[in-house]
């Protein structure tokens, strides 16, 4: 039995489509049963990360863990209570989705949120994989608005590049991990195979679906204030300004050939997704 945690997000639903496909038997955490449509053969399990009990039962006979968070300031809190209910229901493997630049990136505080729970999981005694993925391809899904109403993207990066990964690709290394030994105490760091800035995103976005899309620059301070103005945790806001000013300067620019090192064939690209995706921004 596999427990998918974050079974609601981009990530997690794939990884139970995968696991399902697979024919594991797979169990699905989410706060409210009614928001998730199983596939077929997957069992549904209410689970809150601040109520222990829930996730005693939740964890109850599951002998892997997929542990995937939601960022933000309470997110350490949430691994090591996650861990503690798995370890106490005799849980052997636990595969933990991080970020890129985990513990490395110290003076901005990018991927510190991620850092205790990594340092929980390596103590935990059980067999484990961490997943450090790079920027997803999906977070381009929140200019969609402005590319139907022919605006140009909003731009905090300005011409830093990322290795954009497809959360596919994260989702199928996930259920590779959670299934065999093979990446056992590994540490993987899941990219995309180019480097792309938001500029270079958005030629591929008006190449794929036929129109012209511009990026317009977004001062990291205005960026601050829009955030707090729709009401984002300030410890939030500043992570996303740090890691925004991050990939501007170069910090992100990382390839890897992680990827195809599980799969057995090279990531995803861009253009890949975005075609898959592209009723979404048409």
Request: with cysteine; hydrophobic share 40%; net charge neutral.
């Amino acid at each position: 039995m596999i427990l998918v945690t974050g079974a609601t997000g981009t990530i997690g639903r794939e990884t139970l489509r995968l696991l399902a496909a697979m024919g594991a038997r797979v169990r699905a955490m989410t706060r409210d049963p009614a928001t998730i449509t199983p596939p077929p053969g997957v069992e549904v399990v209410r689970g809150d990360f601040g109520e222990p009990d829930s996730l005693a039962r939740a964890a109850d006979k599951a002998e892997a863990l997929f542990l995937l968070s939601a960022p933000g300031p309470r997110l350490p809190e949430h691994d090591e209570a996650m861990l503690a209910a798995a370890c106490a229901a005799g849980v052997g493997r636990v595969v933990k989705v991080s970020a890129v630049g985990t513990g490395r990136n110290t003076e901005v505080k990018v991927g510190d949120w991620h850092l205790p729970g990594e340092r929980a999981v390596r103590a935990s005694g059980l067999r484990w994989t961490l997943l450090r993925p790079s920027s997803f391809a999906s977070n381009t899904l929140r200019w969609a608005g402005h590319i139907r109403r022919g605006e140009p993207i909003p731009n905090t990066t300005g011409t830093g590049r990322q290795g954009v990964v497809d959360p596919r690709d994260v989702a199928e290394v996930a259920a590779r991990a959670l299934t065999s030994d093979d990446h056992a105490g590994g540490v993987l760091t899941l990219t995309g195979p180019e480097l792309l800035s938001v500029p270079d995103q958005a030629t591929i976005l008006g190449e794929t679906i036929g129109r012209r899309i511009t990026a317009t620059d977004v001062p990291l301070d205005v960026y601050e204030k829009q955030m707090l103005a729709a009401g984002v945790d300030p410890a939030f806001a500043e992570i996303a300004v740090n890691g925004s000013r991050l990939v501007a300067q170069g910090g992100n620019a990382i390839t890897t050939k992680d990827v195809e090192r599980v799969l057995g064939r090279p990531p995803r690209t861009f253009s890949t997704w975005v075609y898959d995706h592209r009723t979404a921004f048409a």
